[in-house]
């Protein structure tokens, strides 16, 4: 207790400490009050809100130490930031609250996560963990429910609960022995005691060849009828169109035996093309809705490049899509409620033949629609704050976002295919910009820092296009702030 009490104080002094004003700040994405984000943790629907765990290193912007931030919201529009729900202060989790989930039971929210312990040898050792809430905010540690397996190194976490007929389940990310990925399923019948069901995907169970050597955060559920799992498999080797990020993540869709733990499935599809998007879970709203949220950040080479590390912040959660299953992928939209947001409205239509058009901003925060009429020619592009760059050359079938490095050293690009694109829906947060491609067939997710003050689009195409053009400036989320209390004895 001892020990939670400091570390709770030693955030509250570093909030209160934290006076940065900064440009880079993203206005309607969930963004660290301080320090590094990354993960989203327990999504859940509790009490009359949407609640929004985060890993969160308040104390720098380095993967170091590790709490769960908490933010909710009924609308998720206004926002109240809470305390952090978890702080890493008992034997099992002293080097970090890892990665987990939340369901709700008897009037309870109960979060799962990963304790990560660190050996005096370098080793690591690794427990699934249990906290119980009665009123969303304050949360009393269970300790230990799952300890590692045989046959697993200790790279095993990121728990993902829900309920099945009379049955809890689990999923666990987890690495063998072999050093492969893979993802196991527990169960239980009280959320305290679990038994080992099996291995559910991977190499030699669901799979016939080498897929990572790690699967991170997984996610199970059902959607039109299918068994979907996310996972973020580690170690895949890059490919033309395909795995270009450090880490990847994406999902197989298949059907599931609960009574044989068979789940036969597709091929793995990402769910994101674009620079930074990674550890992404879901869960089922009130209406039935299946919602996501992304980490919008990746932990490579470049993370220490960001600019908004001068100001002592790093990364953010992408904005909240509903998933969809079509023609066999899932498919991302932004949620209705986003359209909340929208101030100053302005549409327009364009025909564009061999030339360039330039729409100019009033606001950096846009919502942008086009819906692409006609198109005849070879090539389009469309250049936000010359910097961003979407093009697509319809003769090779490829889409491509092009990006300054966080550096300014070199222009970076992210690709797949496409056959055809029909409209395109982005959403431009001062240094964010998400891409929605063909009504969420396709997404590209990225962060950018700005080459020019001037706030502009530039259209041009290669042939002939008719362009039915509608974009929005958007208001910021609005938040309150609960997190400025200190914990005494």
């Not at 009393?140 to 397996?149: A, S």
């Not at 901003?361 to 469309?382: A, T």
Request: proline letters at 4%; hydrophobic letters at 35%; a negative charge.
């Amino acid at each position: 207790m001892e020990t939670e009490i400091q570390l709770r104080n030693q955030i509250f002094q570093r909030l209160i400490d934290y006076q940065h004003q900064d440009e880079n700040r993203l206005a309607f994405h969930l963004t660290p009050p301080i320090g590094l984000m990354n993960d989203p943790n327990g999504l859940v629907y509790y009490k009359g809100k949407y609640h929004v765990f985060y890993q969160w290193n308040p104390f720098d912007t380095n993967h170091t130490f590790k709490c769960w931030g908490h933010y909710s919201s009924s609308d998720f529009i206004h926002w109240e930031e809470h305390p952090p729900a978890l702080v890493p202060s008992e034997w099992y989790e002293k080097d970090g609250c890892y990665s987990g989930s939340a369901i709700v039971h008897d009037s309870k929210l109960y979060l799962f996560y990963t304790g990560n312990v660190k050996t005096t040898d370098g080793g690591r050792e690794t427990y699934q963990c249990l906290a119980v809430s009665d009123d969303g905010v304050h949360f009393e540690k269970k300790g230990p429910v799952i300890y590692l397996p045989k046959g697993f190194t200790p790279h095993f976490r990121d728990p993902k609960v829900w309920k099945q007929e009379d049955k809890w389940l689990m999923v666990i990310g987890a690495q063998t022995e072999e050093l492969e990925g893979l993802t196991a399923v527990f169960s239980s019948n009280d959320l305290i005691n679990w038994q080992w069901q099996g291995p559910l995907a991977g190499n030699g169970v669901s799979l016939s060849k080498y897929f990572g050597y790690m699967w991170e955060c997984p996610d199970f559920f059902s959607l039109n009828g299918k068994d979907i799992l996310i996972v973020s498999p580690q170690g895949l080797e890059a490919q033309p169109f395909q795995y270009e990020n450090l880490y990847q993540s994406g999902y197989f869709i298949g059907e599931w035996d609960s009574k044989t733990n068979k789940y036969v499935h597709g091929t793995f599809h990402e769910l994101d093309h674009g620079f930074d998007f990674y550890a992404p879970q879901t869960f089922e709203d009130p209406n039935g809705r299946r919602i996501l949220l992304a980490w919008m950040g990746m932990g490579d080479e470049q993370e220490q490049t960001h600019q908004s590390i001068k100001s002592g912040w790093i990364h953010s959660l992408t904005i909240p899509r509903e998933l969809t299953i079509k023609d066999g992928r899932l498919y991302q939209k932004p949620i209705e409620e986003l359209k909340q947001l929208r101030n100053k409205a302005r549409s327009e239509f364009f025909s564009i033949a061999n030339e360039e058009k330039e729409v100019l901003f009033d606001s950096e925060l846009q919502e942008i629609i086009i819906d692409i009429e006609q198109f005849e020619g070879n090539k389009w592009e469309i250049q936000i704050h010359n910097n961003c760059k979407l093009i697509f050359n319809r003769k090779d079938s490829i889409v491509t976002l092009e990006r300054q490095s966080f550096n300014r050293s070199k222009l970076e690009t992210r690709q797949c295919n496409v056959n055809k694109i029909d409209n395109i829906h982005m959403y431009l947060d001062r240094t964010s910009l998400e891409i929605f491609l063909n009504d969420g067939q396709i997404v590209f997710s990225s962060r950018f820092y700005e080459e020019t003050a001037k706030k502009q689009c530039l259209i041009s195409v290669k042939g002939k296009a008719k362009l039915r053009w509608k974009n929005w400036s958007l208001y910021s989320y609005q938040y309150k702030n609960d997190t400025l209390k200190k914990v005494v004895f």
